[in-house]
Every structure is written in structure tokens, then in C-alpha cells.
């Protein structure tokens, strides 16, 4: 299983960017419905920190404290794609984001989101 990020990039203060995330190489009998999907980030100097997930069945989501209300995670099995939609942007959530299969533990190679006016 692969996952390849995307829609990173500069931000201002204020507006929004989209991030997608496309999953690929399941092998027969698991899709990329059958996992739940998450978004990390890691800051400049920090460690890697949870931002938001989403279920593979009833699409439930979880968000970090920090993030509630600004970030929406959706996804859509159809496209094996998740996506993170980031509105009112802030200098602190620069970083690179990750994505993250959470059944057979797979890690995307990030995107850079850099939100500064």
C-alpha cells in the first residue's frame, strides 16, 4: 500500500488550502474502504502530532484540540482519497503533513504547508 499527498504549499493567514491524499496498491479483498485514514503533521523542531482521522465505515472523525472547527477530513472510497480542508489558517499550523493508513500502518512522504504572510 502507497499513499501520495498533495495540495500543500504557501498559505495566508486567514484563507484555506486543500489537502488530498491518494492510496494505492491494495491487494485483493482489502480496498481502501476497508481502513481508516488519518492526517499528522509535524512542526519545524517538533515531533509529529495527530491532526485529524476519519472512520472507513460510518466516516466518524476526530480532531486535534488545536485544529477543531478550522480542519475538515473527509474522504472518497470511490477515489481512495481522503482529504484535509483547512480554513482560517494560522502561522502555527505550519508543517508537513502526513498521511496515514492506519491498518497496515502506511505513511505517506508528506506535503509542506506553510501558512505566513
Known amino acids: 500500500v502507497q499513499v501520495v499527498e498533495s495540495g500543500g504549499g504557501l498559505g495566508q493567514p486567514g484563507g484555506s488550502l486543500r489537502l488530498s491524499c491518494v492510496a494505492s496498491?491494495?491487494?485483493?479483498?482489502?480496498?481502501?474502504?476497508?481502513?481508516?485514514m488519518s492526517w499528522y503533521r509535524q512542526a519545524p523542531g517538533k515531533e509529529r502530532e495527530f491532526v485529524a482521522s476519519?472512520?472507513?465505515?460510518?466516516?466518524?472523525?476526530k480532531y486535534a484540540k488545536s485544529v477543531t472547527g478550522r480542519f475538515t477530513i473527509s474522504r472518497d472510497n470511490w477515489k481512495r482519497t481522503v482529504y484535509l480542508q483547512m480554513d482560517r489558517l494560522k502561522p502555527e499550523v505550519t508543517g508537513v503533513y502526513y498521511c496515514?493508513?492506519?491498518?497496515?500502518?502506511?505513511w505517506g512522504q508528506g506535503t509542506q504547508v506553510t501558512v505566513s504572510s
Open positions: 496515514y493508513v492506519q491498518g497496515p500502518s502506511v
Open positions: 496498491g491494495f491487494t485483493a479483498g482489502y480496498t481502501f474502504r476497508h481502513y481508516d
Open positions: 476519519i472512520t472507513n465505515v460510518y466516516l466518524d472523525t
